[in-house]
């Protein structure tokens, strides 16, 4: 229970961090559209806006997507390794 409580709040606490982190890009991102774009506010840089927006978020999805499969994959293989580093100590124990 106390541990999935921790794990909980760890998420908790990364996802406010990137929420803070998006809503600092966003600004950044319009404070550079206001400046190509005299009038920031016209449907095409907003359409420009949210296309650029969109891209970056997909790319870095399947980015963060494939670094989480190789994470996992390395987590197997240790616990695989581990597991058959017990197997060989357990059979060693009965030996004796």
Known sequence: MKQEVI??????????FGLVAA???????KAIFAKVFEEPNTVPAMLIYSTVVTVIAVVATIHIGKVTEKAKEINALSMDKISKINNIIKSN???K
């Open 7 to 16: 794990q909980k709040l760890s998420t908790l606490v990364a996802a406010a």
């Open 23 to 29: 809503l600092a890009w966003n600004d950044t991102i």
């Open 93 to 95: 124990l009965k030996k």
